[in-house]
């Protein structure tokens, strides 16, 4: 009889309050509908930043005369001695020769021989260390001023500088505005929820205190409130998705082919979205509402 | 009568027969402090057998207030003992307070029904908390809203009433668990004067079929025409204890006992200090 009672008790009271009701409803909705639409943004915009980072790449030209096993002996050096360094690929001359021609065929068989030299693409292991990685392959002079290679054969170590800390100061400050904006609209939506609920509970303090005058108990007192909150919280999550659904469907599915951002490979499907953002509707609700409580049940 | 009839019953079996039942009500030096200088009460000794009709006066802030708060433990004494019905109080740990709580009916000024519940709903909740059955819920409540005469306003809500019905409403809520002992903090203060009587009547109805009632109040006068024992408060103390049963027939109908309250006041006895030096000479 008990769980039927709670279950009557919250639906009563929920029809019985019926703009509080929907006011917290409504709040679930609007919070979650944000959420839902951001968490895509945030992901696109991060997995966009991360790509570009992932170009940043220091380049090692060798001597021109360098022979097989200095390649090899680079290499080898490259692999195991040098911090930083997360892929290495050899772009023999040939390779290098054949590349550029094809980007400028006439300036090329002009020129007749081969004027590139063996280079080593090294890929750092975090981007933000590309610059730290070339300042491992330079040994400082020990007479000062410059710096030369820390190795014989290697000619030059670039890493198109300007560009490099360009690229990783952009995409961090997008990251840490999408972080800081992310964090603004969880504290949001956590705020505006238990507001809300603190509201359309403080109507009802009087109620709560003649239950317990009654001699009701705390958990006869909560269950039908923490019912209500799941119920409403529910509804607000299941009226929200629904609305991203639709939206996805009319308004982004059109675009994506159009825009490289909306189609980024990296987002949350919208399956796993939708039963994320009802479990934490469901979730914030019913624990809002019980933690709320407590505060009236100390009569 | 029915309801009087099973309510006796009740109360009786409750009662363990042949045990020397203890005082409903005992206060033993009991003060409550506020703060450092605000005092509710102060150094309370009391007691109410079982059946009494006490009333317990003084004026606003005198402590009647906090004594009530004592007795349904919203509150905890700073010091001394209270027993009802021979428990301790303070041995009564927190979740065990609703429990308690239904062991007492309790009767408010401001009436505190559940706004968006009807009448028969609000007395059914007294039941429901105690997980009563519903088939029991269905036999009892109509039952006590009859004794209460609020038979045909069962499915009107609390806002549909008069202060006076709204008052009865209580009662019968407090009543339809046959708690032992019934508590009303100015049951009167928001009703006039005619109505106050009906209400007056119905907790002495109720008293009548064995439950112990204690009602404070602030109208000393109407307390005095009913000639029952009164408790004065004045400033936390507690300035008289006066039995005044012998002034009316304990047997009193309740027709009788409404004209009563209409009558004029005896004057009342109050503890003076000459009462005090006459007791040290007499003991």
Redo the contacts between chains.
Sequence with gaps: ??PG?FIKEAF??IS??AIPSFAAMASVLVTVLVLGVFIPVVQATTGAANEVRSRVLVDVYLKRDATQQDAARVKALLNDNVAHVGKVEFVSKAQAYAQEKRRNPEAYTLLGTNPLPDTFRVTPDKPDNALALRNALMHPNVSGGGSSPIDGAIDSVKNRKDETSKILTATRVVKLAMGALAILLVVASILLISNTIRLSLFSRR??V??????????S?IRWPFVIEGVVLGALGGVLAVALLGVGKVALLDPLASDFALIAAPKTIGLPLLAALLLLASVGVSAAGSSISLRKFLR? | MAIVERHKQELERQAAPGDRAPAVVEFRGVSKQYGPTDRGIEDATFSVQRGEFVFLVGSTGSGKSTLMKLL?K?IDPTAGTIRVAGRDLSEITR?KV?????NIG?VFQDF?????RTVYDNVA??L????R??KEIRAKVPDILRLTGLATKLHSFPDQLSGGEQQRVAVA?AFV?HPPLLLADEPTGNLDPETSVGIMQLLYRINRTGTTVLVATHDATMVDRMRRRVLELHDGRLIRDEYNAGYAQSDLNTAEFGALLREPAPKPRRRSVTDDIDDIFSS
């Design positions: 009889m008990k009672f009563r009271s019985r309050n009087r109620e205190e003649v239950m317990k005058l009654v001699g009701a108990t705390d006869f009569v | 349904i919203e979740k609703p429990f308690y709580r239904r309790v505190k029904l559940l706004p968006d909740y007294a429901q908390v105690t997980g059955s519903r809520r668990n």
